[in-house]
């Protein structure tokens, strides 16, 4: 199996033919947004048809509603149905300068797709496959996500370049969900997708058997009037963890006509609890991983001289909640290899306009920023100077903040200005 370079996505045999890619901005860019999402996960399938995109919406309301900061991305660029699942049609997302501002659904859930973007539904998307890739990897380092616990990708069905796209650009840590129904046929093209997510190198988190049995709507069972159990047997024979059956019922195709997922309305039906159940290995997760996770390694913020200097907004001695409110920039030399405060200084910055400060501190030579809160956009255009973020900063005085973070014991919090 070939291996693939992060930073320039050729696949060889040995990896990068140039013999190691240097890192680029847009590399950077990407690799920013990825520490601020915890968990990605892909739900894939090997064959169409299988209710994919209704299984991914379903997940990511479903961990929405337990708390959850969720991300859904579709990058199913050829059949892009997520805005319609969620009743999102004829949204315009607004672009910035390079940021792209995802849909909010709630204020958990942020949506992003293709199909938001095209002047009709009724057009043809006809693209080749460096174009598509160039867009999958665009949605991700481009788009406002924030913090997240959760980004959730719908692909396309199959092993082409969508798939494979969407786990390269992501990492080795993005975990695939893959779909089928129970039937013979959907199950033989899955089984590939199986091999197509080990072969890649990404974990598999589990298979999802949908539409497997038939949920009455006038008695609530559920009978095995079609085939059930193919997939359940493939996780078997596959040595992966079963997800569970989501039966076939009505009122799931009719919320995804009507643009509902079915999750928002019904708590408690069969369809219901199976997709909840669905989610608990998702939410387990989270509890396995510290939360502390998007806290950059000191090793990338020392500059050439062994040196961090980090930045934190201060208004009355202490980190200012708001980012906006900050009278002054703590500006805290940090030697990289003790861990020890060599100087602080307070500086004033400019009056606080959009795509001011970020320069400003980038200017101030500042590795890294501490804040309370900060906007998703604020966040990317600090980004973008090469400046790293961590939000949910508790209000400490700087160097109280300074000897948390280089010792591995800064816990935060919610983002407090977060979208």
């Avoid at 059956?245 to 799931?252: A, F």
């Avoid at 039906?269 to 997709?275: I, L, V």
Wanted: with cysteine; charged share 20%; hydrophobic share 40%.
């Amino acid at each position: 199996m070939s291996e693939a370079c992060n930073s320039c996505s050729s696949a060889t045999a040995g990896g990068c033919s140039s013999g190691g890619c240097a890192e680029g901005p847009e590399d950077l860019k990407l690799k920013t947004t990825l520490s601020r999402i915890k968990h990605k996960i892909v739900v894939m399938s090997g064959k169409g048809g299988v209710g994919k995109s209704t299984v991914a919406t379903n997940i990511a309301v479903a961990l929405s509603l337990a708390g959850k900061k969720v991300g859904l991305l579709d990058v199913d660029v050829h059949g892009p149905s997520i805005p319609r699942l969620l009743s999102l049609e004829g949204q315009q997302p607004h672009i910035g300068d390079q940021v792209i501002e995802p849909i909010s659904w709630t204020k958990n859930l942020w949506v992003m797709s293709l199909g938001f973007m095209l002047p009709s539904k009724a057009d043809a998307v006809i693209w080749r496959g460096p174009v598509k890739i160039g867009l999958i990897k665009q949605f991700v380092q481009d788009v406002a996500w924030g913090d997240l616990d959760y980004l959730i990708v719908d692909c396309p069905p199959g092993t082409g370049d969508e798939p494979l796209s969407a786990l390269q650009t992501l990492g080795r840590d993005a975990n695939a969900v893959i779909v089928t129904t129970p039937q013979g046929v959907a199950v033989d093209d899955v089984r590939r997708s199986v091999t197509f997510a080990r072969q890649v190198g990404n974990p598999i988190l589990g298979l999802v058997e949908n539409m497997s049995g038939f949920a009455c709507p006038d008695c609530g069972s559920v009978h095995n009037i079609f085939n059930s159990g193919g997939g359940e047997e493939l996780s078997k024979e596959m040595g992966i963890q079963f997800l569970g059956r989501i039966p076939l019922d009505p009122e799931v195709g009719r919320s995804a006509d009507e643009g509902y997922p079915l999750l928002k309305v019904d708590h408690d039906s069969p369809t219901a609890q199976a997709m909840n159940s669905i989610i608990k290995p998702m939410l387990d997760l989270g509890d396995s991983l510290q939360e502390n996770s998007q806290l950059p390694k000191v090793e990338e913020l020392r500059d050439e001289h062994g040196r961090i200097r980090i930045a934190i907004p201060v208004a009355a001695g202490r980190l200012a909640q708001h980012f906006g409110h900050c009278e002054q920039f703590a500006m805290v030399d940090v030697d990289a290899h003790t861990g020890s405060i060599i100087s602080t200084t307070m500086e004033t910055p400019p009056p606080h306009e959009p795509g001011v400060i970020p320069r400003w501190v980038a200017e101030q030579k500042a590795n890294l920023v501490l804040a309370g809160g900060m906007g998703a956009k604020a966040q990317t255009l600090f980004t973008d100077a090469g400046v790293r973020v961590v939000t949910g900063c508790p209000a400490e005085n700087p160097d109280e903040l300074v000897n948390k973070f280089m010792a591995g014991a800064l816990v935060t919090g919610d983002n407090a200005c977060d979208h």
